[in-house]
T-cell receptor, first 113, second 113 residues
Framework: DAGVTQSPTHLIKTRGQQVTLRCSPKSGHDTVSWYQQALGQGPQFIFQYYEEEERQRGNFPDRFSGHQFPNYSSELNVNALLLGDSALYLC????????????FGQGTRLTVV | GESVGLHLPTLSVQEGDNSIINCAYSNSASDYFIWYKQESGKGPQFIIDIRSNMDKRQGQRVTVLLNKTVKHLSLQIAATQPGDSAVYFCAEKRGGGADGLTFGKGTHLIIQP
């Protein structure tokens, strides 16, 4: 049973560019949440997707957007990249309400130069 | 400031000893708490969770204690092993709805041989 998978594992982008990160949830899970983790910090909640809709959003600008597909997989898009967007982007999946065990993927390391 | 925080950024223990990692939270509306372990280059790994209607929960070699009176959470690891070396995060989920998890900054657990 595959856990949460994310792609790519590493990515280097130039300031001002756009990036798309992908996540496949654990089998049986229908909810996907995205987090940004800066070096030496805890993960920060970006948003959560359920039934193909954004259900909740953290304190992130509109440059951060997402999508969930019918098969529950999800994408995170970041436009107009800033140097400060460099971080580990984590995807977590769960079943329904996040008050159940949430599984994280390995993350995508994004470096903006 | 963050509502979830850790008292010590680094904790060094002898192999075989018990470890206790502490966490403070400030939102009395939080009703679900999770401890995660994160090894270098990996995503957070679920260790144990506890709901606000409980004050103690035990897993394999780990125990989580919740003191709602002083808004304190702790993770106890019995007979610490080299493989326990990692950064440990506590996370909380606030209230109803689909809020994401709020993480603290983490405690780096170092195991001395």
């Amino acid at each position: 049973d595959a856990g949460v998978t994310q792609s790519p594992t590493h990515l280097i982008k130039t300031r001002g560019q756009q990036v798309t990160l992908r996540c496949s949830p654990k089998s049986g899970h229908d909810t996907v949440s995205w987090y940004q983790q800066a070096l030496g910090q805890g993960p920060q909640f970006i948003f959560q997707y359920y039934e193909e809709e954004e259900r909740q959003r953290g304190n992130f600008p509109d440059r951060f957007s997402g999508h969930q597909f019918p098969n529950y997989s999800s994408e995170l898009n970041v436009n107009a990249l800033l140097l400060g967007d460099s971080a580990l982007y984590l995807c977590a999946s769960s079943l329904g309400d996040l008050r159940t065990e949430a599984f994280f993927g390995q993350g995508t390391r994004l470096t903006v130069v | 400031g963050e509502s979830v925080g850790l008292h010590l950024p680094t904790l060094s223990v002898q192999e075989g000893d018990n470890s206790i990692i502490n966490c403070a939270y400030s939102n009395s509306a939080s009703d679900y708490f999770i401890w995660y372990k994160q090894e270098s280059g990996k995503g957070p790994q679920f260790i144990i969770d506890i709901r606000s209607n409980m004050d103690k929960r035990q897993g394999q070699r780990v125990t989580v204690l919740l003191n709602k009176t002083v808004k304190h959470l702790s993770l106890q690891i019995a007979a610490t092993q080299p493989g326990d070396s990692a950064v440990y995060f506590c996370a909380e989920k606030r209230g109803g709805g689909a809020d994401g998890l709020t993480f603290g900054k983490g405690t780096h657990l170092i195991i001395q041989p």
